[in-house]
């Protein structure tokens, strides 16, 4: 109450009372997180900017050289590499992802005892940390003929494989592990948008004799498009930074053949100390995502306004 | 503004017509109580869901199994895995011990508890400026914390790792200490958000009788507003926690040597190392799994409950 009569005193300006002691309250308040965003994350990002027109050079200075890393860095050929794995990955995972997770919210949904013990169970791999998940995954992939996976698929019949050794397949065995970990995440959005639906419509929709997948795709989907938007908004962002899940299970390897955009920044950055490159990656990555994480939200409003 | 939030383990309370419905929902489960239309009642479909269940819990649960059959086992390694240890040993973990895995879990701890209380004050002084008091710019600073989810560790991990290592203007070395991982995680924008949604649904005569009783702002938010917030505390706890112990490449740019680091950027370490085998990756896999799966599910509802809020409210 007090708030609103002070802050129109505020708009006009005038002299001593903008600094009245009931407006500084809320700055007050506000300062501890904007002070730890602005130095851990707005300064990093000004400075990362900054860095990506020099060329860095520890104890000589740096030197302006502009464009210079971007050119570089863009005509790589292992970055070039490693745009077409992010996008890979990160479209094969979403699109995975979002599918296993849509269909693990329908077989889940319910108020069963049983079910609840379940979506429990098989959201364990969304709270487990990406390292362990990594750890996990690398002894179900072991290359031998007696790892998990491959015993698996001795008992039908079929050879051994070599997910992560054979650079043909490792980006794929990747993906995997990413479906792994981001379908019971998407399921619970999935979960929350099905509670939603109007139980009315089915009814109405099983009177007028149509069938599952009518139901599902007139009624269902429709209703759930809200939860669809933030699940895929998600998945965009989280794509294209995709970094631990392959630093932790390849490494970027065999012969450079899982190396995403991340993982090529750090390389550059932490192992061949070339920060000046490094940042350049990042700020590319950076405009990339600000630029699709705009364009699905604009789709979003398009969609929320028919 | 604010959608409801909507606990999918309960679902749709408000949308199904009072009374008969819900009734008969609590006693037998009616068949439009879900999309697919799955009943109780044995038959083809039941089954088929009892399999696809099944299914489901071999490939998300069962898994996790092995870890733990594997890091009490004395030397797994590829048929010796299965979902039960046949020899069960501590051997792997005395291993790990010497290899120092409990100071490692030691500095996790530190790191998530400290990390987790920032988090929380930092998160909610700046939740009750934004929800409860007016003030110019008040847009711009929610786009502000808004904006800190865009910037994730990852994309600015090469300059954060500088300015860590001199923080501007007071000239710091965060390197090698605590503070290194733990300041950088102090303003999530998530929990800002989310607390903010919540705070604002709080009645505005609750803060005006206080007022009139001279309530000083400080007191407002401790004893008036946070006792209010109690669920939403409890998720972004719980989120907080998840999201920390899950951080990788900041514990990594932060320290100054492996000793450093945290439990599950250690687990690198102990693979790589050639004296150890399996068996012992998996003990410090179980070390760093421990944690987060106590606090999952002692909390599970306020984390399913939270991502949904999240969710609807994004």
């Known amino acids: ?306 | 503004m604010s959608a409801p939030v909507i606990d999918p383990v309960r679902p749709a309370a408000p949308d199904t017509p009072a009374g008969r419905t819900t009734k008969a929902q609590r006693t037998t489960p009616a068949r439009f109580d879900t999309a697919v239309g799955w009943n109780d009642r044995p038959g083809l479909a039941w089954a088929l869901r009892i399999l696809l269940c099944l299914i489901a819990l071999a490939v998300f649960a069962a898994p996790f199994l092995t870890i733990f059959s594997g890091a009490f086992t004395t030397n797994p390694s590829g048929s010796s895995l299965s979902f039960l240890p046949h020899d069960s040993t501590l051997l792997n973990f005395r291993v790990a011990g010497e290899r120092g895995i409990w100071d490692y879990l030691g500095n996790s701890l530190v790191i998530a508890g400290g990390g987790l209380l920032l988090q929380l004050v930092v998160c909610t002084l700046a939740a009750y400026a934004l929800a409860r008091h007016r003030f110019r710019g008040q847009a711009l600073i929610m786009m502000l914390f808004m904006m800190t989810l865009m910037l994730p560790e990852e994309v600015i991990a090469i300059p954060l790792s500088l300015v860590l290592g001199d923080v501007p203007v007071v000239h710091l070395d965060l390197k090698g200490t605590v503070w290194g991982v733990i300041l950088p995680l102090g303003a999530w924008g998530f929990s800002v958000m989310m607390l903010t949604e919540f705070m604002r649904d709080i009645p505005a005569e609750i803060e005006e009788a206080a007022r009139l009783d001279g309530v000083g702002e400080l007191r407002m938010l401790w004893q008036i507003i946070l006792p209010l917030c109690k669920p939403a505390l409890g998720v972004a706890g719980v989120l907080g926690f998840i999201m920390i112990w899950d951080q990788y490449l900041l514990p990594l740019i932060a320290s100054k040597d492996p000793t450093d680091y945290t439990v599950t950027v250690a687990l690198s370490i102990l693979r790589t190392d050639p004296e150890v085998g399996s068996g012992v990756v998996l003990a410090g896999a179980v070390i760093a799994l421990i944690p987060s799966l106590i606090v999952y599910l002692l909390l599970q509802r306020s984390l399913v409950t939270g991502i949904a809020a999240g969710a609807t409210k994004g």
């Open chain 1, 1 to 306: 109450m007090t708030a609103t009569v002070t802050a129109p005193a505020a708009r006009e300006g005038t002299g001593r009372r903008a600094f009245d002691k009931k407006a500084v309250v809320p700055w007050l308040f506000l300062a501890p997180g904007l002070l730890l965003a602005l130095v851990f994350k707005f300064w990093p990002m000004a400075k990362g900017i900054w860095l990506s027109f020099f060329d860095v050079r520890p104890f000589l200075g740096d030197k302006w050289i502009g464009l210079e890393n971007y050119g570089r860095v863009l005509t790589d050929h292992r970055f070039q590499d490693a745009i077409g794995h992010t996008l890979i990955l990160g479209i094969g995972q979403s699109v995975g992802a979002i599918l296993l997770g849509f269909a693990l919210a329908l077989l889940l949904e319910g108020q069963a005892r049983s079910l609840k013990f379940l979506r429990t169970a098989v959201f364990l791999p969304a709270v487990t940390a990406t390292a362990v998940v990594g750890e996990l995954w690398r002894l179900m992939y072991y290359p031998t003929s007696d790892g998990l996976l491959n015993s698996g698929l001795h008992f039908f019949g079929l050879g051994t494989v070599q997910f992560l050794d054979n650079p043909d397949i490792a980006l794929y065995s990747t993906m995997v592990m990413g479906i792994w970990i981001w379908a019971p995440y998407n399921m619970v959005i999935f979960l929350a948008g099905l509670a939603g639906v109007d139980r009315s419509l089915y009814e109405a929709a099983a009177m007028d004799g149509v069938s599952l997948w009518q139901r599902l795709r007139h009624v269902t989907l429709p209703a759930i498009r809200p939860a669809l938007m933030i699940v895929l908004t998600l998945a965009t962002i989280r794509g294209l930074r995709v970094f631990t899940e392959v630093y932790v299970l390849t490494g970027g390897g065999p012969a450079g053949s899982t190396d995403v955009w991340m993982t090529r920044a750090y390389t550059l950055g932490f192992t061949r100390n070339d920060i000046g490159g490094a940042s350049a990656a990042s700020v590319v990555l950076l405009c990339v995502t600000l630029l699709l994480t705009v364009l699905v939200n604009n789709l979003r409003k398009r969609g929320e306004a028919r």
